[in-house]
């Protein structure tokens, strides 16, 4: 629980914040990218760790194919938009991963949140927080919405060797030199990257 404690203790810190999300910006970002804008819809997200074979590991998914979501397919952490019944977007962030990935929301242990996002493609203001379990959940896809969850060892996400820049197409176009994680097979980029990145930063 020592890396749980010490986790905790930099939530409530002076977060890394902007400086370390742009490190994973796919394009150039200017300050209106990082203000909470009220035309926009909100959201919650969940950065989950969790204990699996003596290590610590984080809870990441692949979205379900649907050809009209911007974010198709690709790796973000389990949430999803604010219904006025939550109250607030740490509940958005709770309800969403039962739903998506079947955790309970009982046993999450939320420990702080990090740097608020905003996605101009989706316009979503995107509010993460960060958790944890004392056992590994039994994790259950969401039919139709989530693909599979990926299981991502605290090594691994501490390992320079998993950050470079790649080219990736999105809808017919290419962005080059995007700064990404690997994950075996699977490519986090964009505001998932820009996320982890701050919770990495922290850890470290």
């Known amino acids: 629980m020592e890396f749980i404690q010490k986790l905790e203790v930099g939530l409530k810190g002076e977060l890394p914040g902007r400086s370390a999300q742009l490190e994973m910006s796919a394009t150039p ?3 209106a990218h990082f203000i909470q804008r009220k035309d926009a819809r909100n959201a919650g997200v969940l950065s989950l760790f969790f204990p699996k074979e003596e290590q610590w590991h984080l809870a990441l998914i692949r979205r379900a194919f649907h050809e ?10 389990p949430g999803g938009s604010f219904e006025p019944a939550d109250i607030t977007y ?12 079947n955790v309970k929301q009982s046993e999450v242990k939320v420990l702080g949140s990090l740097t608020n996002l905003y996605i101009p493609v989706s316009n979503f203001n995107v509010f993460p927080f960060v958790g ?3 056992r590994r959940p039994d994790f259950y896809p969401q039919d139709g919405e ?11 996400l501490m390992d320079i060797a998993n950050k470079s820049l790649t ?30 990145n701050e919770l990495i930063t922290l850890i470290k």
């Open 29 to 31: 970002m200017s300050e």
């Open 68 to 77: 009209k979501d911007h974010h198709s397919r690709q790796i973000s952490f």
């Open 90 to 101: 740490e509940k958005t962030a709770l309800r969403e991963a039962e739903e998506e990935i």
């Open 132 to 134: 944890y379990t004392e």
């Open 146 to 156: 989530v693909e599979a969850v990926l299981e991502i060892p605290l090594s691994s």
């Open 167 to 196: 080219t990736i197409e999105v809808r017919g176009h290419q962005l080059t030199d995007v700064p990404v994680f690997q994950f075996g097979n699977d490519t986090v980029w964009g505001a998932t990257a820009m996320m982890l």
